[in-house]
């Protein structure tokens, strides 16, 4: 089997799709789940956090040990802790319960994204690997839209079942990594794994600031979007008067917009200059965070109009990612799988921080959504634009 298979692109984009699968599934469930487990919706909501915190802790940690036993033996202890976890989750008799076994799945659910970003790069050079991570982001894109319509269809059995198909795909992915995914750091490449040599990694990489503002530019723009996922049971149902089985109406465009964006980088990768694509998606955000900004301030709330300005945003997110990641991970090839975690980790920590305090400020308006969007585009801004990935000639 070729390493560019289409067997092989869908593999990996099916372990990548674990986290979001994961999070935005059992969205619309938060109702039922608040009345099944005499739970308030903020408790309910702080499951995010007891599964993002240790998720984003654990990304500094699935790097370094696919690097000392391998990328294949890495994803066999994540996701099938994962499983487990899922199958606690489902029967959990009180949200402390679900807070614990939710955090299981936030220590082993990283492993097949941290693990799918360095098996790209194992494999790919140059146009190629940014055109491969496109295709892996394209089909992972795809999960947030599809998450909520299955969680929203499972809703009908029970929320139980929701945490069962987690655990279901889960093991399917297991299954097809084993079988189809070649092992991409044999054992006379692989580094010994002790608390010191991951820390030497850490300090290399952290304190390389080229490094850490691609990577902040990266976990920005994805936070830009993300703070709506988080928010999207108070966004859709409080402000834009949809039901729990509606949550489509906000994954299907944002996700048809980021799955476009990917295409785009895919078809421009080898085209165009890595700095042009990633100027270019920097203006299309703004100018479309400007948009999302009058929307939200000079309207009233309707769910065409506040939910086109997410979409359109993701089209300029998705086409810098592939740029950005790439650039971090051509940092330090040598501790590649540590570098994909230092990408994850700090993506994921903007995330747990959006989870846990900014998306409960900021979701009493749609204006507040739309400002933090704004913020942290900015962000991102404010990092990449003293990089020399930014600097460069713009061909």
């Not at 940690?61 to 690097?67: R, T, V």
């Not at 139980?160 to 795909?169: E, G, K, N, R, T």
């Not at 850490?202 to 691609?214: A, K, V």
Request: proline share 5%.
């Amino acid at each position: 089997m070729k390493s560019s298979s289409p067997i092989f692109v869908v593999v990996l984009a099916s372990l990548a799709a674990l986290a979001p699968f994961a999070i935005d599934t059992y969205l619309p469930a938060f109702s039922a789940m608040e009345s099944d487990l005499g739970a308030t919706t903020l408790q309910v909501q702080q499951s995010l956090t007891f599964y993002l915190l240790p998720y984003t802790l654990m990304t500094l940690w699935h790097g370094a040990i696919s690097d000392a036993i391998g990328r294949i033996s890495t994803i066999k202890w994540g996701l099938g802790l994962f499983v487990l976890a899922s199958i606690g989750c489902a029967f959990a008799p009180n949200v402390e319960t679900l807070w614990f076994f939710r955090a299981l799945q936030g220590i082993a659910g990283g492993a097949g994204n941290v693990v799918a970003r360095a098996m790209v790069r194992d494999l790919f050079e140059g146009a190629q690997a940014q055109r491969v991570m496109a295709t892996v982001q394209m089909l992972f894109g795809i999960a947030p839209a599809v998450a909520p319509v299955i969680g929203g269809w499972l809703l009908g059995i029970h929320w139980q079942a929701i945490f069962v198909f987690l655990a279901l795909y889960a093991a399917a992915s297991l299954w097809a990594a084993v079988k189809f995914l070649p092992e991409t750091m044999p054992e006379p490449k692989r580094i010994k794994l002790s608390v010191h040599s991951v820390l030497s990694g850490y300090r290399q990489i952290f304190t390389d600031c080229e490094f850490g503002r691609i990577v902040i530019a990266v976990g920005a723009n994805f936070s830009g979007f993300f703070i709506y996922v988080l928010s999207s049971h108070v966004f859709l149902i409080k402000h834009l008067g949809l039901t729990q089985y509606q949550f489509g109406w906000l994954f299907i465009p944002t996700v048809c917009g980021m799955v476009f964006g990917s295409y785009l980088a895919k078809r421009a990768a080898g085209r165009y200059s890595p700095q042009r694509i990633l100027r270019t998606a920097y203006i299309w955000m703004f100018l479309i965070v400007l948009l999302n900004l009058l929307v939200c301030y000079f309207l009233p709330a309707d769910y065409i109009y506040n939910i086109a300005p997410v979409a359109l945003f993701n089209i300029g997110m998705a086409l810098a990612m592939p740029v950005l990641s790439i650039a971090a991970l051509d940092r330090h090839p040598r501790i590649r799988g540590t570098a994909a975690s230092g990408q994850a980790f700090i993506q994921m920590l903007l995330s747990t921080v959006s989870a846990g305090m900014v998306a409960p400020l900021v979701w009493h308006h749609p204006s507040g959504l739309a400002l933090a969007m704004a913020v942290y585009v900015l962000i991102g801004w404010l990092a990449i634009r003293k990089t020399r990935l930014w600097r460069s000639k713009v061909i």
